[in-house]
T-cell receptor, first 116, second 110 residues
Framework: EAQVTQNPRYLITVTGKKLTVTCSQN?????MSWYRQDPGLGLRQIYY???????DKGDVPEGYKVSRKEKRNFPLILESPSPNQTSLYFC???????????????FGSGTQLSVL | QKEVEQDPGPLSVPEGAIVSLNCTYS??????FMWYRQYSRKGPELLMY????GNKEDGRFTAQVDKSSKYISLFIRDSQPSDSATYLC??????????FGAGTQVVVTP
């Protein structure tokens, strides 16, 4: 079964305590991305990756890091979380095919993060 | 100003009614238009996709794109309680950068 798996589903932490949210996909997709979803603001892209070792900033990258050492995994790292990073986070993947800009995004089930 | 504007709702309708959702956008380079459906505590799932202007129908769902007005719509006929969800419009240009609307929460009451 095609899956995008995020862990954990829920996380409560304190300001400044480093954390990692993991994302793994079994569809061999080249493209992976992280979004945060906030009320009234919709989904905003944090970082994305076009393939292994290729990452780039999205619209709201400040305070986040990512890495893409393997094709299937794309962890999101918050080195020093702050309360304004309290949000619902989604990992998403899709294939990259030449000439196809409208490929469907597959989303994980989300990680609800609260930073106190 | 956001590139994609969408009324967050909530939009409450009785079962069987037509649900009408819409988004406006400012970037004339957008060519691909999508609607995602998101159930509570789940990730979004692609519902409909259209390219350029026109209509597309899939069962009870109809998506419309009017590029001259920079306006897209989604209609749900014969709405069911299982249609209760948040509906997000999304669009991208030829470079593939996707922009989402804020999402409209829809509640269909039995």
């Amino acid at each position: 079964e095609a899956q995008v798996t995020q862990n954990p589903r829920y996380l409560i932490t304190v300001t400044g305590k480093k954390l990692t949210v993991t994302c793994s996909q079994n569809m061999n997709h080249e493209y992976m991305s992280w979004y945060r979803q906030d009320p009234g603001l919709g989904l905003r892209q944090i970082y994305y990756s076009m393939n292994v070792e290729v990452t780039d900033k999205g619209d709201v990258p400040e305070g986040y890091k990512v890495s893409r050492k393997e094709k299937r995994n794309f962890p999101l790292i918050l080195e020093s979380p702050s309360p304004n990073q309290t949000s619902l986070y989604f990992c998403a993947t899709r294939p990259i095919r030449e000439g196809m800009q409208n490929e469907k995004l597959f989303f994980g089930s989300g990680t609800q993060l609260s930073v106190l | 100003q956001k590139e994609v504007e969408q009324d967050p709702g909530p939009l409450s309708v009785p079962e069987g009614a037509i649900v009408s959702l819409n988004c406006t956008y400012s970037n004339s380079a957008f060519q691909y238009f999508m609607w995602y459906r998101q159930y509570s505590r789940k990730g979004p799932e692609l519902l409909m996709y259209t390219y350029s202007s026109g209509n597309k129908e899939d069962g009870r769902f109809t998506a419309q794109v009017d590029k001259s007005s920079k306006y897209i719509s989604l209609f749900i006929r014969d709405s069911q309680p299982s249609d209760s969800a948040t509906y997000l419009c999304a669009m991208n240009d030829s470079w593939g950068k996707l922009q989402f609307g804020a999402g409209t929460q829809v509640v269909v009451t039995p």
